[in-house]
């Protein structure tokens, strides 16, 4: 990501409007109207301190630079949208604090971060149901407590994540979090690894 978003002093004296316009543009990756908010709020780019709140009950992500709000988008998401996601293959999107564990920009859904869901708070809830095993519990926790990808194979599901295709006023995932391809892209460029993801009733 570039750490210059701006032409070196001088340059934009001569240079048509259209041409630097689509240089900034450019220098902006892939986020060019996340650039031109970033610098509407006077907040450096790339945006420090990066986190997202999913609220499900307005159906709406919101990317926050510290304190700072910084764009909202519309979201969609499970079929079944109230409530926490308790077992695989209950079509629920889960409640909590989550971070970014992997990002696949070849997904089928457009870009893909992925979170760490199950943790180890989903752990011990899983362990405590009968759901999963102390080995399973094990490995989500030590998973949880290294930033790591958890096992997304347990009875607990997972491979949810945030997801382009969606943003249609339509829940249709599995338990993931859509929005449009255009925010997808937006996000892919600003979200790090490791960005706390909050996803509310």
Excluded at 50 to 72: C, N, W
Excluded at 131 to 136: F, N
Aim: glycine share 10%.
């Amino acid at each position: 990501m570039p750490r210059n978003p701006h032409p070196p002093v001088g340059v934009h004296t001569t240079m048509n409007p259209l041409l630097l316009a689509l240089a900034l543009s450019a220098q902006a990756g892939d986020a060019p109207l996340l650039h031109a908010r970033a610098d509407a709020l006077a907040l450096t780019w790339p945006l420090p301190r990066v986190s997202i709140v999913v609220d499900k009950s307005d159906r709406q992500l919101t990317l926050y630079s510290g304190d700072t709000v910084v764009q909202t988008y519309p979201v969609d998401l499970s079929p079944e949208p109230v409530g926490d996601k308790v077992r695989q293959g209950d079509k629920m999107t889960p409640v909590g604090t989550f971070h970014v564990v992997t990002r696949n920009p070849n997904s089928h859904f457009t870009l893909f971060m992925g979170l760490s869901y199950p943790t180890a708070e989903d752990a011990e809830r899983g362990l405590s149901a009968g759901l999963i095993t102390e080995e399973q519990a094990k490995a989500i926790r030590e998973a949880d407590a290294a930033g790591r990808v958890p096992p997304w194979n347990t009875r607990l599901g997972g491979a949810v994540g945030l997801h382009g295709m969606g943003g249609v006023g339509v829940d249709w995932t599995l338990g993931c979090v859509a929005v449009s391809d255009d925010a997808i892209r937006e996000l892919w460029e600003v979200v790090p690894y490791g960005a706390s993801v909050t996803i509310r009733e």
